[in-house]
C-alpha cells in the first residue's frame, strides 16, 4: 500500500503543476545546526534559524505570504547546494534569487544595500546608515539587519559595530563570529 | 489565522486516507486521496479560519471518492463471468472492504466515518444530513450488519 510519504511527493508535485505551491520549504543541516529555508515563485524568501524558531518562522510565512505552504525538500535543493559550498569556503556569492517581500519599507531599503558588502568585507552600522541614505538611522538600521528575513544568502553578518566587534546577530552572536571567521579565511 | 497547510496534510492525511480507503480500493483511494488533498490546497486561504477543517476534508473527500467511482464505472467494461475468488490468509482486511462495500449507503457512510474516521456524530449528521440519533442509529445498524456478513475465522 502507498504510504502517506508519498502521497505527500504526489501531492507536492501536483501542487507545483498546478501553480498552488506558494511556499515551499525544507530544513538543512549547517555548521548551526538545522536551517529553515522557504522559497516562493520569486525566489527564497526566508531562512531561519533553530533558536529564531522554525515553527514560529512557517507560521509567519502562512499570515504574511500565504497559507499554502508545503514541505517540498527538492524545490530547495540549489539553495542547500550553494550554502554548502558557501560553509566549506568554496562559494563567496550566491547565486539563487531572493524575494524581499518580508522586510518592507526602510527595512527593505538596508536589506537591498547590505548585497554590495562583498565576502570578507563588513561595515559598520553607521556606514550602512549613510549607504541608505539614512545616515542618522543607525538604530533602525540594527533592527533592519535583526529581522533580515534571509540571513546568511544576504549578508547581515557583515554588519558590525564601529569599533570593530561584531555585534548581535539573529542566529546567535556565535554564529556571527562564526560567519566572519569563515570569511576571513579565504 | 491559518496554519501552514502541510501541517494540515501532516494532522488529518491519515484520516482521510482511511476515510477513502472505506470506500475505495487500492489506487482508486490514493487518487482520491490525492484528489482531495489538491482541491483543499486549492480553497484552503478561502476556508473560514474557525471552520472545522477535518470535516471540512471528509466533506471533501466523500466528493472525490464519488466523482473516482463514477469515472470507473464509465470505464468499467463488463465481464461475462465474475473471477473466482481467492481466499487466502491475510485476505481478511479485504473482506472487510468488501462487506463495508456493500452495506447500504447510509450506513457504510456513517460506519467508515464514525469508526474509521472517529468523527462524532454530530459532525456526521452534517455530513450525511438528519439528526445525530439517526446517524448513530445507521452506524449502529452496519456494525450489526457487519458482525453477520463479515466472515470471522475461529481460532483453533
Same mark, same amino acid.
Given at each position: 500500500m502507498t504510504s502517506l510519504a508519498t502521497l505527500h511527493d504526489r501531492l507536492v508535485r501536483s501542487a507545483a503543476d498546478e501553480g498552488l505551491l506558494d511556499v515551499a520549504y525544507r530544513t538543512v543541516d549547517s555548521p548551526f545546526g538545522p536551517l529553515l529555508l522557504a522559497r516562493t515563485p520569486v525566489g527564497l524568501v526566508r531562512l531561519a534559524f533553530a533558536v529564531q524558531g522554525h515553527d514560529a518562522a512557517l507560521q509567519e510565512l502562512a499570515e504574511a505570504? %500565504? &497559507?499554502?505552504?508545503l514541505e517540498a525538500p527538492g524545490a530547495l535543493d540549489d539553495v542547500a547546494r550553494e550554502l554548502d559550498e558557501y560553509f566549506a569556503g568554496r562559494?563567496? $556569492?550566491?547565486d539563487v534569487p531572493v524575494d524581499l517581500r518580508l522586510a518592507r519599507g526602510f527595512r527593505r531599503a538596508v536589506v537591498e544595500h547590505l %548585497?554590495?558588502?562583498?565576502?570578507?568585507h563588513t561595515a559598520s552600522y553607521t556606514q550602512v546608515a549613510a549607504l541608505t541614505g539614512s545616515p542618522r538611522a543607525v538604530r533602525a538600521v540594527g533592527t533592519a539587519c535583526a529581522l533580515n528575513p534571509v540571513p546568511v544568502v544576504v549578508p547581515c553578518h557583515r554588519v558590525v559595530r564601529s569599533d570593530g566587534s561584531p555585534g548581535r546577530y539573529a542566529g546567535g552572536d556565535e554564529a556571527k563570529r562564526a560567519l566572519l571567521a569563515l570569511e576571513a579565511r579565504a | 489565522m491559518h496554519e501552514p497547510f502541510e501541517r494540515v496534510v501532516a494532522r488529518h492525511g491519515a484520516t482521510v486516507l482511511r476515510v477513502c480507503r472505506s470506500v475505495l480500493r487500492g489506487p482508486d483511494a490514493e487518487d482520491a486521496w490525492s484528489e482531495t488533498f489538491l482541491a483543499a490546497l486549492r480553497a484552503y486561504p478561502d476556508l &473560514?479560519?474557525?471552520?472545522?477543517v477535518e470535516a471540512w476534508l471528509v466533506t471533501i473527500a466523500r466528493r472525490k471518492a464519488v466523482d473516482v467511482v463514477r469515472r470507473a464505472a464509465r470505464s468499467a467494461v463488463p465481464v461475462d463471468e465474475l473471477p473466482e475468488r481467492v481466499a487466502v490468509d491475510g485476505a481478511r482486511d479485504l473482506d472487510l472492504w468488501d462487506a463495508v462495500a456493500a452495506l447500504p449507503p447510509k450506513q457504510r457512510h456513517a460506519v467508515a466515518y464514525h469508526h474509521? $474516521?472517529?468523527?462524532p456524530y454530530d459532525e456526521i449528521a452534517t455530513l450525511l444530513g438528519g439528526t445525530p440519533a439517526a446517524a448513530r442509529r445507521a452506524a449502529a445498524d452496519g456494525v450489526a450488519t457487519l458482525r453477520r456478513t463479515y466472515p470471522t475465522k475461529e481460532e483453533p
Open positions: 505570504v %500565504s &497559507p499554502r505552504v562559494r563567496h $556569492a550566491f %548585497s554590495q558588502i562583498g565576502y570578507g | &473560514p479560519p474557525d471552520a472545522n474509521l $474516521a472517529g468523527l
